[in-house]
């Protein structure tokens, strides 16, 4: 499979642009030992499939770049907690995925180094920040593949190329390891071909880490036990304010078709109104940004990293380094973060913008009481064409405003391939309370069953 995997990797990264990195050597070293655990019947249902990780992971002594000029050179002396947890369960690493830099960005546009194309039409985007993942595994490159997702950079991208892309609630998955955006809005999760998959690969990473302080204690379930084929009974909402203006009729036809389906199959299915929503957008531009701004105040060319060293002084060396290191995404994200945690208007955004968050959450636990899931699409649009959205910030920040919420909300959710609109992909979200993954996988998996849309593949020419 590792062979297969990297043969296809040759034929077709030329024209997708996925891989950063591929680590072959390592790859057939792991497939290698797989097939030893495999004879002597130690293998775990993971052992040995080849998996692609997000470029801002730390694997042991592999470049962990970001996309990023600045991390280039990069080589993490240790792994992250979720790279662990899959070595253990015989993860065969095929490589490194590309992304915006530093997980800031919906396109895979704003990588230092290179677009990721999408497979299902090589002239769009595969959305962002997980785009190098979420092609990948849609082009069989790799089987799977973890995500970080900050503001909706694992479900946008599993969205627009049509595969299976899971955010844990806020503290499920750990995230030592993971480079920092924006802390108390990260996550890893799994992006899949099919939810199986996708419960799979959360149970070997879910679960409690002392080394990261802000992991969950609650204890693991087997994901795969609540793939039962039954939402019988099921209260689904719908939330009105995720049908935004300006969102692509045949998007919301498709995922009003993809709800009929879940009622067909018994689900109870309500509208429901979620009125902080509009805010949403407003305050993860405040949040993330002064978090992100506080994170990357550590690359600073003198710890690790790139580094400037012809300037007169230690100053003029640490701004060169932020200057070449960083791109333009990067820097109007710490710009607009270090501006709303500045003296005197750090009440009157970041204050502001916390307690906002507030209410927002606080919806969600009120829609939770009445609801055991809420359906959304994952995007506004289908995959839009490479170029088209790099010069309009706004409009490129405006493609989260259905994924956005649910970081804030801290609540997991999921975007499994919920049909096409002329000929692309279109993503739907299914949303649940904290730690109420089984919930969301189980109605995913339902969906998914009843329908053909997981299966399709891109035809790359
Ligand atoms: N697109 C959003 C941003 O640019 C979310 C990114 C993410 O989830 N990492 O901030």
């Given at each position: 499979m590792t062979e297969a995997c990297l043969e296809r990797v040759r034929q077709i990264e030329p024209k997708l642009g996925a891989f950063v990195r591929v680590t072959d050597e390592l790859a057939l070293k792991q497939a290698q030992k797989a097939d030893g655990l495999l004879s002597e019947g130690k293998a775990s249902l993971l052992t040995g499939i080849p998996a692609l990780i997000k470029d801002n992971m730390c694997i042991q002594d592999i470049p962990t770049t970001c996309s990023s000029r600045m991390l280039e050179n990069f080589v993490p002396p240790y792994n992250a907690t979720v790279i662990e947890k899959l070595n253990d369960r015989g993860m065969v690493t095929i490589g490194k995925a590309n992304m915006d830099e530093f997980a800031m960005g919906s396109s895979t546009e704003n990588s230092a180094l290179f677009v990721t194309h999408n497979p299902w039409d090589l002239s769009r985007v595969p959305g962002g920040s997980s785009g190098g993942s979420a092609a990948a595994v849609a082009a069989d490159e790799a089987i799977y593949a973890l995500g970080s997702d900050t503001g909706g950079s694992i479900r946008q991208p599993a969205g627009f190329c049509s595969v299976s892309g899971l955010k844990p609630t806020y503290g499920r998955v750990s995230r030592y390891g993971l480079v920092a955006f924006a802390s108390s809005l990260d996550q890893i999760g799994p992006l899949t071909k099919d939810v199986t998959d996708c419960a799979l690969v959360m149970n070997a990473i879910a679960g409690y880490d002392s080394r990261d302080s802000t992991s969950a204690g609650q204890p693991v379930p087997d994901y795969t036990k609540c793939l039962t084929g039954d939402i019988k009974g099921l209260r689904i909402g719908i939330p009105r304010e995720y049908f935004v203006e300006g969102m692509q009729a045949d998007v919301a036809t498709a995922i009003r078709v993809a709800i009929s389906k879940l009622e067909e199959l018994g689900a109870q299915v309500d509208e429901v109104s979620l009125p902080s929503t509009e805010y949403a957008l407003a305050v993860y531009y405040i949040i993330a940004p002064s978090e992100a701004s506080a994170n990357l105040a550590r690359y600073d060319g003198v710890k690790y990293g790139f580094s400037y060293q012809?300037?007169?002084?230690m100053w003029e060396n640490m701004e060169k380094t932020r200057q070449h290191g960083f791109g333009p995404e990067v820097k109007r994200r710490i710009m607009l973060g270090t501006y709303a945690l500045s003296a005197g208007y750090y009440d009157a955004y970041y204050v502001k913008a916390q307690k906002v968050r507030t209410l927002i959450r606080r919806e969600f636990d009120e829609v939770f009481e009445k609801f055991d899931a809420l359906v959304t699409p994952t995007s506004p649009s289908v995959p839009f064409k490479i170029g088209e959205k790099t010069n309009d910030p706004l409009q490129m920040y405006l493609s989260d405003v259905c994924t956005l919420p649910i970081n804030i909300a801290g609540v997991p959710a999921i975007s499994i391939p919920g049909g096409f609109a002329g000929g692309l992909p279109v993503g739907m979200q299914i949303i649940a309370k904290p730690f109420a993954e089984e919930t969301i996988l189980k109605i995913a998996h339902v969906f998914q069953e009843a329908t053909e849309w997981h299966k399709m593949r891109p035809e790359i020419q």
């Open positions: 012809e300037g007169q002084n």
